[in-house]
């Protein structure tokens, strides 16, 4: 898998990263799944934007956790953005499926390697994991899955097999700090590489025939 490094700030940060990176994907009608406050419509006001989230400030409110099926027809959404969301649903297959259902085009997905948070905490035998700890009262944002980058790739390529989609784009980010990159000179086996420092697995999925 190939390696970008890539550093953001926040959920602007990553609207940011997805507006200059995927722009050859975010054309037409584009549904922004965990859209916030809507920052790609600000970033791109050219499309036919819909935003949909739990809070913030969506175009549609929407509990995904609780939804079964999305509210649009099949294949109503020339591209679909869904990045760092899925891993915060127990439903994660089911709504992914409907991502599927809803997108007539090209499909953007960004999953966390929830491995890479491990790293510090298990060295130096103390500390708690971002999103997987125990605090004393019950938190408002939390992951219910728990998978490296491995299984990222391994999910995406069977659904695009079985869903009659192509992988037309799949990659790893890493943090754009000079020590990273040295790591992966000492560690010249690229898939221990990115199971261990990557933070990110972004896939694109293109239905067969869109283009």
Same mark, same amino acid.
Request: charged content about 25%; proline content about 5%; aromatic content about 10%.
């Given at each position: 898998?190939?390696?970008?490094?890539? #550093?953001? +700030?926040?959920?602007?940060?990553?609207?940011?990263?997805?507006? *200059?990176?995927?722009?050859?994907?975010?054309?037409?009608?584009?549904?922004?799944?965990?859209?916030?406050?809507?920052?790609?419509?600000?970033?791109?006001?050219?499309?036919?934007?819909? %935003?949909? $989230?739990?809070? %913030?400030?969506? $175009?549609?409110?929407?509990?995904?956790?609780?939804?079964?099926?999305?509210?649009?027809?099949?294949?109503?959404?020339?591209?679909?953005?869904? #990045? $760092?969301?899925?891993?915060?649903?127990?439903?994660?297959?089911?709504?992914?499926?409907?991502?599927?259902?809803?997108?007539?085009?090209?499909?953007?997905?960004?999953?966390?390697?929830?491995?890479?948070?491990?790293?510090?905490?298990?060295?130096?035998?103390?500390?708690?994991? *971002?999103?997987?700890?125990?605090?004393?009262?019950?938190?408002?944002?939390?992951? +219910?899955?728990?998978?490296?980058?491995?299984?990222?790739?391994?999910?995406?390529?069977?659904?695009?097999?079985?869903?009659?989609? /192509?992988?037309?784009?799949?990659?790893?980010?890493?943090?754009? +700090?000079?020590?990273?990159?040295?790591?992966?000179? =000492?560690?010249?086996?690229?898939?221990?590489?990115?199971?261990?420092?990557?933070?990110?697995? =972004? /896939?694109?999925?293109? +239905?067969?025939?869109?283009?």
């Amino acid at each position: 898998m190939q390696i970008e490094y890539v #550093t953001f +700030k926040g959920r602007d940060g990553r609207a940011d990263y997805v507006a *200059r990176r995927f722009t050859s994907c975010l054309r037409g009608r584009v549904l922004d799944v965990g859209c916030d406050t809507r920052r790609l419509r600000t970033l791109l006001p050219d499309i036919d934007y819909t %935003g949909i $989230d739990i809070g %913030g400030e969506p $175009d549609i409110t929407i509990d995904l956790e609780a939804c079964e099926r999305l509210p649009f027809d099949d294949d109503s959404f020339d591209c679909v953005v869904c #990045t $760092d969301v899925l891993e915060h649903l127990e439903n994660l297959h089911a709504m992914f499926a409907e991502l599927v259902r809803v997108s007539r085009g090209d499909l953007v997905i960004s999953l966390p390697n929830c491995w890479s948070s491990l790293r510090t905490p298990l060295f130096r035998g103390r500390g708690t994991v *971002r999103y997987y700890g125990l605090p004393p009262e019950p938190p408002e944002d939390r992951h +219910k899955w728990f998978f490296n980058a491995d299984d990222v790739t391994r999910f995406m390529n069977h659904h695009a097999q079985a869903m009659n989609y /192509t992988v037309a784009l799949q990659y790893a980010t890493v943090n754009t +700090k000079l020590m990273m990159r040295l790591r992966r000179l =000492w560690n010249p086996a690229a898939d221990r590489y990115i199971n261990r420092f990557a933070h990110s697995v =972004w /896939t694109v999925l293109r +239905k067969e025939g869109s283009r």
